[in-house]
């Protein structure tokens, strides 16, 4: 399979790295608005190169989409109108209107567009969702997520990114919907500017508190910050009336006790996502190649996306009225 990768950025880099090591590639054609990173990307990695982003449309049976976010919408209508298989990173927009154009052209043309939640992929979070599906948990009562982010985004990324929720928790969002089966109805949210003044400068937050509502009346409660000085800490804890257990607890895990006996974690904490989900991010891929060759279903939809930026609208509406938001009240 020829794939095309639009993007030759961070995310870029490390899908070529996958891509190289997956079967079924037959080759690899990469683009990029600043050119001379694109012609450096396709140098290093051995992929061919396009000049724009038509010319590599007419080249590729697929398309991985990484550039930046504020284009992701149209790349993939243009891919869409190519008839080519689509692969893009979250999100597919930052506001739920350009959203609901891109899901609507994509269901009404029959398209094949899977978006990038790595979580889904992750040996944790699928063996949570087998369990929860199983009845091996028994009835859920309660979800607790942690998203803590190392170190701060730098600040030129603080205005375009959407702000914590839509940029940063909208993967633990995604990562509820997908290991419970249950929407979210219901979101409480709020947030401050405790160590780092950059984001207020941007109506953004370093710090925040979100409870959950879901379908059953179960709750999820999300932690999250732009920074945990001893790691990249992600974790989903699930509490039901037959087990508890918890996503993300390993020896890399940048948390220790404080209970007599107990020792440190022995490895070094995960300083970057890439790390953190390298064996999603390569299942995620693998999919994708079945998915383009029409060997499996959709494992995560452009409706997906639409849900997971509902919830965080949702909390971002909270955050600003200090007041829990129903999330149809943001997609209506």
């Not at 979800?143 to 990114?161: C, K, L, N, Q």
């Not at 001893?230 to 804890?237: A, H, K, N, S, V």
């Not at 060997?295 to 949702?314: F, G, K, S, W, Y």
Request: proline residues 5%; hydrophobic residues 40%.
């Amino acid at each position: 399979m020829r794939i095309g990768l639009i993007g030759t950025g961070r995310i870029g880099t490390l899908h070529a790295e996958i891509l190289a090591g997956l079967s079924g590639v037959q080759s690899v054609t990469v683009t990029d608005l600043d050119s001379k990173r694109a012609e450096a990307f396709a140098t290093t990695y051995g992929h061919g190169l396009a000049s724009n982003v038509d010319d590599l449309l007419g080249l590729v049976d697929a398309v991985i989409i990484t550039a930046a976010t504020s284009a992701h919408a149209e790349l993939i209508g243009r891919s869409v109108k190519a008839g080519l298989p689509v692969f893009c990173e979250k999100p597919i927009a930052l506001d739920l209107e350009s959203t609901q154009l891109i899901v609507s052209q994509v269901e009404e043309s029959g398209a094949v567009v899977q978006m990038g939640f790595q979580r889904r992929f992750d040996p944790g979070y699928t063996r949570a969702q087998e369990m929860v599906a199983s009845g091996a948990l028994g009835t859920l009562y309660v979800v607790r997520m942690a998203g803590h982010d190392p170190e701060p985004p730098h600040e030129e990324y603080i205005p375009v990114s959407g702000g914590l929720f839509r940029d940063f928790s909208v993967h633990d969002f995604d990562a509820l919907r997908f290991v419970t089966g249950q929407e979210v109805v219901e979101v409480y949210a709020d947030g401050s500017v405790i160590a780092f003044p950059v984001f207020e400068k941007y109506g953004d937050i370093d710090t925040g508190v979100l409870t959950l509502r879901l379908e059953s009346g179960a709750l999820g409660i999300l932690s999250v910050t732009r920074h945990d000085p001893l790691g990249y800490d992600i974790r989903m804890e699930l509490f039901g009336s037959r087990d508890s257990v918890v996503v993300g607890w390993d020896d890399r895990m940048p948390l220790r006790s404080l209970e007599p006996g107990m020792p440190a974690p022995p490895g070094p904490a995960y300083t970057r996502f890439q790390d953190r989900f390298l064996l999603a991010y390569q299942r995620e891929l693998a999919a994708f190649l079945d998915v383009a060759r029409g060997e499996r279903a959709n494992p995560c939809t452009p409706q997906d996306a639409l849900e997971a930026l509902a919830i965080a609208v949702a909390a971002d509406l909270s955050r600003a009225e200090h007041r829990p938001v129903r999330v149809e009240e943001v997609k209506s």
